[in-house]
């Protein structure tokens, strides 16, 4: 299996968010598939579509560093039954202009955790909702709406502690690399496909 | 019919956005029974819970304005398939702290016009679930997304021009105004009867 | 307070359903405000427009049951993140012939009760997004995800147990029984405006 | 390009439903790479968990159709903002009982088409919700909210009449095709790894 990079997409800016440690305890689970990163979108200004003749240079930023990675994972709260704002403002930034996403074909999972027992439903819906417009193949299972996920699961170092939560990001992260996986070679394939096609209507 | 104060939240921050367009339309459609002003939100930072111990100053003047007034207006339109960001922003953080969210009961209706067909109801239905937490009345009917918007359907001077748009457009604003008319007086029942309870068994 | 008429409206037909059981507790603790009757579902054909030149039986008796009340309250599992399919069926017919919606207007609640964590939020919100097209006014908070619930919760005879799911039924039912008083006198007040400027305009 | 087995499962029962004709030149214009089949959903009872006991014969019948495929394809009209009744119940007949899911891992797509200008958009979005729990990898791009479709569209035989709508039909029919080998070729993938792997481990 190839290693693929993966840039991670915190949907908090809080500095102990417990989406930020689940993010990084993926990363720790799956060194020999994944080369994880997680990319910082607070300070990319809101998107405003009049500032594109001279975009902010945080936008630039971002936009290099999405388009550089095989794969993206979100790790995100609910805000208010719906994704975070800054959140959404990252997606935004990143699927203009038009035309030039960076999101394009690019695999993806999303994880909710939270505090309460529903674990950011609506969140993570409403985020793959805007995956089918920027044709992001989401894997579908295992969901993970992570409930009732507090501090007292990680340890000082930020690092899952025994037990089912635990198991169930284990699990969440070796079907991430698998799906990325998938999702790349298929690609590969299909340009392999249409090369033989266009080689063999040439000769 | 008593005068309401209306704030009125826009979705995009483009100067010649025609969601700005629409909202004023339907400010000046009822002068007489509602008082609007729109309230910017393209200047609060993204909701970090972690300053809620010295909230930027935008936060404060945000919070304030919202909670002066008695409805509100959002006019939206949709980006990857929901609501922007910097809407989802301005929501999180008028929702902000914990149990002071300026949003309570306040009645609503939202807007979605954007230039394509579909008109938004991606955006549209995101923001109505937000409000259920939020605990705001929307209003149901007419729905509001407005499809095929451009920027020819307005004057020099951003009015609607006669047309269907127009004829929607003042049918909503009439719609509204009843609807946040009705909320009002309904919660003003309620408390009554309250203190009717109240005062008889004291007696 | 008027004592209201009220439709409940379950989503699940199996016989020990908790939904059926949470519904017959709202009605238990809501004597004095609420008359809530069970209207059932499984015997209506799926909805088929052809059919509505000779429309089955059935549809006229659920259409009749459903216009009578003044009030529904929908209280549903959730079956593959939605609604159930049979839940569905019953608005749909309801909503039917065109322009003789027999929901409309009518107050509503949504309670989704689930032996899961995440309480039916999927179906919740599906739902939801109906009672726009309906216009139906839907009650926004308390919001009813209830999660974990079992029949343990319940005694030989359905009814609630001590504990703290009875006390969120009976903070649910006396929230819904002020929602329909606000709606169904707004209404009235809203008729007697028009009634009172029409005779104003005739003198 | 191996032809793969498809159930087209259609949102409507009407006779003359749009989306069946849609259905019908997704088929026609796929014969090389896709065999499709339209499974009817009509005759299969509510769902009722009771009944898998003896469940009733249709259930047997549908599963086995559905179990037998490659992928699927869903075409569907909306009935108030969500999917029809009819369809969901089929949805939630085929993933029972728990753990013998017929829907999981088929590659699937969704189109809606509607008269009106919103093209199904809830509905979609709804059965994509679906999808997620059935574990069903669906097509991102080109999303199919076909708007504005009419019987005009159509000639006497039920077959796209030249135009915009027939151009993206033939589009979305192509990228089906791709879609469905591309998830059937991974899975073989990733098994023949595993198969590789065990074997490595066993020597």
Redesign the interface.
């Known amino acids: 299996?190839t290693k693929h990079q993966i840039a991670i997409v915190v949907g908090?800016?809080?500095?102990d968010s417990i989406n930020r440690k689940v993010a990084r305890s993926i990363c720790a689970f799956t060194p020999h598939a994944l080369d994880c990163k997680i990319v910082e979108i607070?300070d990319l200004p809101?998107?405003?579509?009049?500032q594109e003749s001279n975009p902010p240079e945080a936008y630039a930023r971002f936009r290099q560093q999405i388009s550089a990675v095989d794969g993206i994972l979100f790790c995100t709260p609910e805000?208010?039954?719906?994704?975070?704002?800054?959140?959404?403002?990252?997606?935004?930034v990143g699927?203009r202009p038009y035309g030039q996403s960076v999101w394009d074909k690019k695999p993806a999972a999303i994880i909710s955790a939270s505090p309460g027992?529903?674990?950011g439903?609506?969140a993570n819906?409403?985020l793959?909702?805007?995956?089918?417009?920027?044709?992001?193949?989401v894997m579908?299972?295992p969901?993970a709406?992570l409930?009732?996920v507090t501090d007292a699961q990680f340890d000082e170092e930020g690092r899952l502690r025994e037990g089912p939560l635990k198991e169930l990001v284990l699990q969440l992260a070796g079907a991430f690399a698998?799906w990325v996986d998938?999702?790349v070679?298929?690609?590969k394939?299909?340009a392999e496909?249409a090369a033989h096609a266009a080689k063999a209507a040439a000769e």
Chains 1, 2, 3, 4 share one sequence.
């Not at 809101?46 to 009049?50: G, I, K, L, T």
């Not at 805000?79 to 935004?92: H, Q, S, W």
């Not at 793959?128 to 193949?137: D, E, G, H, I, K």
């Open positions: 299996m908090s800016l809080r500095r607070g809101h998107y405003n579509q009049d805000y208010n039954r719906g994704m975070p704002g800054v959140l959404k403002n990252a997606i935004d699927s027992g529903i674990g439903f609506g819906h409403q793959r909702q805007a995956c089918v417009f920027l044709n992001m193949p579908q299972q969901e709406y409930g009732s698998d998938i999702i070679r298929s690609r394939l299909l496909d």
